[in-house]
DNA sequence: GACCTTACGTCAACACCATTGACGTGTAAA
DNA sequence: TTTACACGTCAATGGTGTTGACGTAAGGTC
């Protein structure tokens, strides 16, 4: 049973399940993620997968070798979506920023998919394009090699990190997500300011900024540090605007 | 079997299980945690952690609802590792940084357990006690409000997503752990120059790069950043320095 | 010390999960 | 037309969380 898999490149009988479904890789990512869009993460499981696609469950093992090179797949079809369309600009600034805020965009706009995925190493081709792309921004925007990945190590994981957390959130069953926000008004709000003055004195504004993602803040916060790290602001640290000069 | 769960303060009876132990909430969340760190993540299941305990798996269930209440539970013992011992230097950056360290560390240390918690609010003491602490640490840095609660909103999101992030690697089950780590040789270190230029320059770095984690850099850079947005950068945007002036 | 109440440890069962070896059918190539 | 084998199916294995029923022993009361 070891060699039981056929790469989908030098497939060629393609038998239909009883229940007349054709099955290809394709078909059974998309209706993997149509299922957890639909349904939630939890509703993912090879036997509802199978029953989704109209097969017996086992049958998956023959296009994957088991449910983590499926889940690899639907993480690389995401990063994917996320890349869709997208044109280099030249600026570093503002080709970085577009990037962050596409990859955390399309992760929560699938958070089922995005929980199972957010913190694998795929290896598959749109996963490497991201890697080439922000590498190429990165070393074309004038950071040396040394600093460039360490760069690209912190922003790409920045992205990921932010985008697992908050498509977690949207994510959770409803009851455990409502029990969270409860908190922020039954806990937080009743902290007296004896023991809690921090949050006492701030408590309006947190209730306010805790409702929105941390992520476009704390990207700009790393991009402002970029300026800074980057060569070009050695002599004469530039005052970090956006606008032409 | 609603109320099943009696909670411990209000315990009186202490009846031993067949094989002599005493369970109490504390004992199970203890066990638990030296269940993970002996044997690793995947070693947690209500079977094993019964086994584990000397006693049925289903008496869990007198102390915890249900898995998640447990795994809770669990969060806020590792919160309150966290700030075990830590005192304000005075200097908000060091504080910060060591704040940072600190929570990411504490929860990479429980990785199943960072997972599922990471993204909660329990507000429970140990939680409600770091808040304070991180505010504190701003607006006595000399944060105005707003730009403290915005700040403390990034940064907090920023460690525990970097925890949840690296808490996922070595959560993951043995055989996906390895294959990640196999596709940083087996992908990326054949891809040729001519489709993925960058990635074939940088190989090296990157794969020496990637083992680590990309929080404490990533922390830097906040750490930066802030700098700039402080209040006494405006007019004299100091060099920056950790060192006395 | 005897009685009650009931907390709580135990047992057995349920429904679900991923995975695999064996089997036979239908497809595509020869 | 024959043949090989890809692949869909079946059945079984050993794991998981969770729950209802049950009895025992612990604690309070007298």
């Known amino acids: ?11 060629q009988r393609r038998r239909p399940t009883k229940q007349g479904a054709v099955l290809s890789e394709r078909l059974i990512v998309d209706t993997a993620l149509r299922l957890v869009a639909q349904h939630g993460a939890e ?11 109209g097969a017996d469950p086992s049958a998956l093992y023959r296009y994957f070798r088991n449910t983590d090179a499926l889940l690899l797949a639907i993480c ?6 996320a890349q869709e369309g997208w044109e280099a600009s030249g600026d570093w600034r503002t080709d970085l920023r577009a990037m962050g805020m596409r990859i955390h965009g399309s ?8 929980l199972l ?3 694998r190493t795929t290896g598959r081709p749109n996963e490497t394009g991201a890697v080439e792309k922000i590498l190429g921004i990165l070393r074309d925007g004038g950071f040396p090699d040394p600093l460039a990945v360490r760069v690209y190590h912190a922003f790409v994981d920045q992205a990921l990190a932010f985008a697992a957390q908050d498509a977690a959130a949207s994510a959770l069953p409803k009851a455990a997500g409502e029990a969270d926000t409860e908190v922020w008004g039954d806990v937080y709000g009743r902290l007296p300011t004896e023991t809690h003055p921090n949050i006492a004195a701030t408590y309006p504004l947190l209730v306010a900024d805790m409702r929105d993602s941390g992520y476009p803040f ?11 790290l980057h060569p070009d602001a050695a002599g004469h640290p530039r005052k970090a605007r956006r606008q032409a000069p």
Not at 107 to 114: D, E, G, L, N, R
Not at 218 to 228: C, D, F, P, R
């Open 218 to 228: 704390a990207l700009e916060l790393m991009l402002t540090a970029l300026e800074t």
């Open 1 to 11: 049973m070891s060699a039981r898999v056929v790469p989908e490149g030098s497939r």
């Open 117 to 119: 995925a957010a913190h």
């Open 107 to 114: 992760y929560v706009s699938q958070p089922q998919a995005a």
């Open 76 to 81: 690389d079809e995401i990063i994917g979506r």
């Open 43 to 53: 509703a993912l499981s090879v036997r509802r997968l199978g029953a989704a696609l």
